[in-house]
């Protein structure tokens, strides 16, 4: 079983659309859990981190996590097309190491 | 401006070849990383350095070599590259490394290994 599992996608939603994307872990230890956004060409930047369990929240983004099912989550509300992009969970697992899952592609069609 | 940059950005060459790829950071960061991310799998941390002469090996380290003579830089060498290492590449560095600090990636490097 891999450490994270996050479906590929695609994902097409239509502008305005609230937007689910999520991933699974296995380690019940892991506390510290981040999702990047990778637009195409670019490197993955940092959109959202969160630790242990609850919701956060920075504009039309809410990380959520929910350690006793071992789910993470993050909501997008009235979805742009700007936020066409790669979205990675990502998971600190301590001694200088991240995992990140494969991520899932997001399409917002105007 | 604060920034990771990698050379080249795209890279065909051929199996066996040794080639370097550069990465540098302008942030005075301690802690630098190398993933490769192929379809499927998501991003793989390759080797990582928590400081200058102090590196480790990640979960995919097998055919790739670093070092960390200069706090700025983190080259990543292939020694005899070969078809498996057909990836995209990106280095990556944060102030320390641990847990609160985030990651700064660099564009990318498209490599081909024929």
């Known amino acids: 079983q891999k450490e994270v599992e996050q479906d590929p996608g695609p994902l097409s939603v239509p502008e305005g659309a609230i937007v689910s994307l999520n991933c699974t872990y296995s380690?019940?230890?892991?506390?510290?859990f981040m999702w990047y956004r990778q637009y195409s060409r670019k490197g993955p930047e940092l959109l959202m981190y969160?630790?242990?369990?609850g919701n956060k929240e920075d504009g039309r983004f809410t990380a959520q996590v929910d350690k006793s099912s071992k789910y993470i989550s993050l909501f997008i509300r009235d979805s742009q097309p700007s936020d066409s992009a790669t979205y990675l969970c990502?998971?600190?697992?301590?001694?200088?190491?991240?995992?990140f899952g494969a991520g899932t592609r997001l399409f917002v069609k105007a | 401006e604060a920034q990771v940059t990698q050379n080249p950005r795209y890279l065909i060459t051929v199996t066996g070849k040794k080639l370097t790829v550069t990465c540098s950071q302008n942030?005075?960061?301690?802690?630098m990383s190398w993933y490769r991310q192929d379809p499927g799998l998501g991003l793989r941390q390759i080797y990582y350095?928590?400081?200058?002469?102090?590196?480790d090996k990640g979960d995919v380290p097998e055919g790739y070599k670093v070092s960390r003579k200069e706090k700025r830089n983190f080259p990543l060498i292939l020694e005899s590259p070969s078809p498996n290492q057909t990836s995209l590449y990106f280095c990556?560095?944060?102030?320390?490394?641990?847990?609160?600090?985030?990651?700064?990636f660099g564009p990318g490097t498209r490599l081909l290994v024929l």
């Open positions: 990556a560095s944060s102030a320390t490394g641990d847990e609160e600090e985030t990651q700064y």
């Open positions: 380690n019940s230890a892991f506390q510290y």
């Open positions: 969160t630790y242990s369990s």
């Open positions: 990502a998971i600190y697992t301590g001694g200088f190491k991240t995992i």
């Open positions: 942030m005075n960061h301690e802690y």
């Open positions: 350095s928590m400081n200058v002469e102090v590196t």
